[in-house]
Protein backbone atom coordinates (compact mmCIF):
# COMPACT_ATOMS: atom_id res chain seq x y z
CA UNK A 1 0.00 0.00 0.00
CA UNK A 2 1.75 3.43 -0.87
CA UNK A 3 1.33 6.51 1.62
CA UNK A 4 0.61 9.95 0.60
CA UNK A 5 0.92 13.00 2.38
CA UNK A 6 -2.17 14.73 2.70
CA UNK A 7 0.06 17.86 3.22
CA UNK A 8 0.66 18.18 -0.53
CA UNK A 9 -2.94 17.70 -1.95
CA UNK A 10 -4.37 20.54 -3.34
CA UNK A 11 -7.80 21.52 -2.11
CA UNK A 12 -10.55 23.23 -4.00
CA UNK A 13 -9.74 26.68 -3.29
CA UNK A 14 -6.12 26.38 -4.86
CA UNK A 15 -7.16 24.06 -7.22
CA UNK A 16 -5.61 25.50 -10.58
CA UNK A 17 -7.91 26.29 -13.38
CA UNK A 18 -7.22 25.10 -17.12
CA UNK A 19 -5.83 27.26 -19.36
CA UNK A 20 -7.77 28.94 -22.26
CA UNK A 21 -6.70 28.17 -25.94
CA UNK A 22 -4.25 30.63 -27.57
CA UNK A 23 -5.99 32.50 -30.17
CA UNK A 24 -4.14 30.63 -33.00
CA UNK A 25 -5.82 27.47 -32.11
CA UNK A 26 -9.29 28.50 -31.49
CA UNK A 27 -11.57 27.64 -34.28
CA UNK A 28 -14.07 29.92 -35.59
CA UNK A 29 -17.40 29.50 -36.76
CA UNK A 30 -18.20 29.32 -40.57
CA UNK A 31 -19.14 33.29 -41.87
CA UNK A 32 -18.11 35.87 -43.86
CA UNK A 33 -19.22 36.83 -47.56
CA UNK A 34 -16.90 35.05 -49.47
CA UNK A 35 -18.05 31.59 -47.37
CA UNK A 36 -21.59 32.17 -47.89
CA UNK A 37 -20.46 32.80 -51.88
CA UNK A 38 -18.84 29.23 -51.80
CA UNK A 39 -21.64 27.91 -49.88
CA UNK A 40 -24.55 28.81 -52.13
CA UNK A 41 -22.32 27.94 -55.33
CA UNK A 42 -21.86 24.39 -53.88
CA UNK A 43 -25.25 24.15 -53.23
CA UNK A 44 -26.62 24.97 -56.38
CA UNK A 45 -24.17 23.12 -58.52
CA UNK A 46 -25.18 20.18 -56.39
CA UNK A 47 -21.52 19.65 -55.23
CA UNK A 48 -19.89 17.74 -52.52
CA UNK A 49 -16.79 18.81 -50.67
CA UNK A 50 -14.48 16.58 -48.46
CA UNK A 51 -14.42 20.18 -46.23
CA UNK A 52 -18.12 19.65 -45.92
CA UNK A 53 -18.67 15.29 -45.71
CA UNK A 54 -15.22 15.03 -43.58
CA UNK A 55 -16.60 17.64 -41.09
CA UNK A 56 -13.11 19.60 -41.29
CA UNK A 57 -12.38 22.08 -38.71
CA UNK A 58 -10.65 24.07 -40.84
CA UNK A 59 -13.79 24.47 -42.84
CA UNK A 60 -14.49 27.75 -42.40
CA UNK A 61 -10.95 29.64 -43.11
CA UNK A 62 -10.74 27.50 -46.14
CA UNK A 63 -14.19 28.83 -47.72
CA UNK A 64 -13.20 32.20 -46.34
CA UNK A 65 -10.42 32.34 -48.52
CA UNK A 66 -12.21 31.51 -51.59
CA UNK A 67 -10.79 27.44 -51.31
CA UNK A 68 -12.17 24.20 -51.36
CA UNK A 69 -11.33 20.55 -52.18
CA UNK A 70 -14.19 18.85 -54.23
CA UNK A 71 -15.14 15.17 -53.66
CA UNK A 72 -16.12 13.51 -56.43
CA UNK A 73 -18.01 9.88 -57.21
CA UNK A 74 -21.05 10.77 -54.83
CA UNK A 75 -20.54 11.67 -50.78
CA UNK A 76 -20.38 8.06 -49.40
CA UNK A 77 -17.37 6.11 -49.42
CA UNK A 78 -16.69 2.07 -49.36
CA UNK A 79 -14.31 2.27 -47.04
CA UNK A 80 -14.73 3.11 -42.87
CA UNK A 81 -11.51 4.61 -42.48
CA UNK A 82 -10.87 5.78 -38.90
CA UNK A 83 -9.26 8.88 -39.21
CA UNK A 84 -11.99 10.22 -42.05
CA UNK A 85 -15.61 11.42 -40.90
CA UNK A 86 -17.24 10.67 -44.32
CA UNK A 87 -20.62 8.76 -44.31
CA UNK A 88 -19.67 5.08 -45.14
CA UNK A 89 -21.67 2.23 -46.74
CA UNK A 90 -23.61 1.70 -50.14
CA UNK A 91 -22.99 4.47 -52.89
CA UNK A 92 -25.65 5.92 -55.13
CA UNK A 93 -25.72 5.66 -58.89
CA UNK A 94 -22.93 8.00 -60.63
CA UNK A 95 -23.83 11.13 -61.70
CA UNK A 96 -22.43 12.02 -64.94
CA UNK A 97 -22.89 16.29 -64.95
CA UNK A 98 -20.48 16.05 -61.34
CA UNK A 99 -17.34 16.75 -63.67
CA UNK A 100 -18.54 19.36 -65.77
CA UNK A 101 -20.15 21.11 -62.50
CA UNK A 102 -16.67 20.76 -60.88
CA UNK A 103 -15.23 22.52 -63.71
CA UNK A 104 -17.63 25.11 -63.69
CA UNK A 105 -17.27 25.67 -60.20
CA UNK A 106 -13.69 26.08 -60.18
CA UNK A 107 -14.22 28.79 -63.27
CA UNK A 108 -16.38 30.31 -61.50
CA UNK A 109 -13.89 30.41 -58.47
CA UNK A 110 -10.98 32.17 -60.61
CA UNK A 111 -8.97 29.34 -59.08
CA UNK A 112 -5.52 28.74 -60.58
CA UNK A 113 -5.32 25.09 -59.31
CA UNK A 114 -8.16 22.71 -58.07
CA UNK A 115 -8.25 19.74 -55.70
CA UNK A 116 -9.98 17.29 -56.12
CA UNK A 117 -10.41 13.71 -54.75
CA UNK A 118 -12.91 11.22 -54.52
CA UNK A 119 -14.70 8.55 -52.37
CA UNK A 120 -13.90 4.81 -52.80
CA UNK A 121 -16.25 2.93 -54.69
CA UNK A 122 -14.65 -0.57 -54.30
Known amino acids: M ?3 STRDRVSPETEL ?4 RPEWIKVRAPAGE ?3 RLQTLMRSKELHTVCEEAMCPNMGECWGSGTATFLML ?3 CTRTCGFCD ?3 GKPALLDWGEAERV ?5 SMNLKH ?9
Open 2 to 4: AVV
Open 17 to 20: RPLR
Open 34 to 36: TYE
Open 74 to 76: GDV
Open 86 to 88: IKH
Open 103 to 107: AQAVK
Open 114 to 122: AVITSVNRD
